[in-house]
């Protein structure tokens, strides 16, 4: 099977350089707003918190993408973690797991506008993204208890970098602010 290659796409430069600039763009989004929760603060929600991590790759679905850990505890049963998503083409989302044995505080985060997501996968983002759009009318939160909860909204940047900083920021500090998690 032959295909002619895109050389006009291969050959340019701008096009690179844009990618590659707001790849580094978000990547200092990310580090100044981890740089902006200590990790006092972190382990006042979480006390077993294992701190700040950001990593990146270019193949989520063929998309480039930058995630922002906070907190890094994985653990199904106890652990908790709330992580920032920059997908190129998709957008930016905050995730919120809380394992089965933590506390639930489902009504804080349906009020500020978390969908739950699916609880088998947490940490496949395509997946709970699909699953939350199928869901866009179901606004209700989970009854079920003793179930882990993976909490996903997508969060609209507009204007600089300062300002989608703010907004980041006032998005995080809503979450802090459920300190009811342990």
Not at 54 to 62: E, T, Y
Not at 100 to 109: A, N
Not at 113 to 125: A, E, S, V
Not at 134 to 151: H, I, V
């Amino acid at each position: 099977m032959k295909s002619e290659l895109d050389l006009n796409l291969w050959l340019d430069k701008t096009l690179v350089q844009r990618q590659n600039q707001l790849k580094t763009d978000f990547l200092d989004l990310f580090e100044q707003l981890g740089n902006s929760v200590t990790n006092e603060e972190l382990t006042h929600f979480f006390s077993k918190s294992k701190g700040k991590k950001i990593s990146k790759g270019n193949q989520l679905l063929g998309f480039p993408y930058l995630v922002l850990d906070l907190i890094r505890e994985f653990d199904l049963d106890f652990g908790c973690n709330l992580r920032f998503v920059s997908w190129f083409g998709h957008g930016l989302y905050c995730c919120v797991f809380l394992g089965k044995q933590m506390p639930q505080p489902d009504r804080l985060f349906s009020e500020n506008g978390f969908r739950l997501g699916r609880n088998d996968l947490p940490w496949d983002l395509a997946a709970q993204v699909d699953w939350v759009q199928a869901r866009s009318t179901n606004l209700e939160y989970p009854q079920n208890q003793g179930e882990a909860r993976l909490w996903i909204k997508e969060i609209a940047l507009v204007g600089d970098q300062e300002n989608c900083l703010q907004i980041l920021r006032e998005e995080l500090k809503k979450i802090l602010q459920a300190n009811a998690v342990v």
